[in-house]
């Protein structure tokens, strides 16, 4: 015991497990939802970059729509509201009818979505701090819009906007706790049936922060070396504190 609190659960295998095969989840669940998130927030902020019609008023809306709204209520909608809408498929086997999306892809997709739409933001921002003077030299050069974008607004917009996207993903990293609710089996989820089991409520949530501690800890400290590697000299690149 440690002022008062008993932690002899931690020995037991099967917690133990339990926790590891949770983080894992948490882990693929944080990976997954920050790849797309990217993505998302790439396409969309060259979207609107390049003025695209129909498709900038889209993502404008899109923005507003998943900034705007609780993430829990953006999970629950996909979660159940896609399958009362027809997202379905039949299984061979039993007949039944099984909803598209899994319960793990619902959580991915919508902590995508909404660090998403934050993303675009973040990206759009970095590449309007893109000095003027550094496109019309890369103009003068014969480079294309497209060419421009690509090799330097883009490259110099992720450096300078790595702190404010680094706070996005410990953002994406706590939210995705949520996905216990819809019987995703994170480590919040495997947490919980600790608690039903021992009663020791709250010992095994002290363990559960620290666990989030260490990892938020670990992609803030990995985001400081990646912002001093590609710093950019002249151009005030991402530093971190």
């Known amino acids: 015991m440690l002022f008062g609190l008993d932690f002899e659960w931690l020995s037991d295998p099967l917690y133990q497990r339990w926790l590891l095969d949770g983080l894992g989840t948490t882990l693929a669940i944080a990976a997954l939802g920050t790849v797309l998130m990217l993505v998302i927030g790439i396409a969309g902020a060259a979207i609107i970059h ?16 998943f900034r705007n709204t609780p993430p829990l209520v953006q999970l629950f909608f996909l979660y159940f509201m896609l399958s009362d809408l027809g997202m379905t498929y039949t299984d061979a086997t039993t007949g ?9 892809a619902c959580v991915v997709l919508s902590l995508a979505l909404y660090n998403g739409s934050i993303a675009i933001e973040i990206i759009r921002s970095g590449i309007n701090s893109v000095p003027r003077q550094t496109v019309e030299g890369a103009q ?7 060419q421009i974008f690509r090799w330097i607004e883009l ?14 993903v410990v ?3 706590k939210t995705s706790a949520q996905a216990a609710l819809v019987a995703v089996t994170d480590i ?12 020791r409520n709250l010992e095994v ?13 670990a992609v803030v400290l ?4 990646i912002a001093k590697a590609l710093t950019i000299p002249g151009f005030g690149a991402g530093t971190m504190k």
């Open 50 to 65: 390049f003025n695209i019609a129909v498709a900038k008023p889209f993502t404008i809306i899109m923005i507003d729509l």
């Open 96 to 104: 039944e009818r099984i909803p598209l999306l899994s319960g793990f």
């Open 140 to 146: 003068s050069m014969g480079y294309s819009r497209l």
């Open 155 to 168: 490259p110099i917009a992720l450096r300078l906007t790595i702190p404010n996207m680094t706070s996005n």
């Open 171 to 173: 953002s994406l990293i």
């Open 188 to 199: 919040m989820f495997f947490a919980t049936q600790i608690t039903l089991e021992t009663f």
């Open 205 to 217: 949530m002290i363990v559960l922060w620290l666990i989030y501690l260490v990892i938020t800890t």
């Open 222 to 225: 990995l985001a400081k070396q």
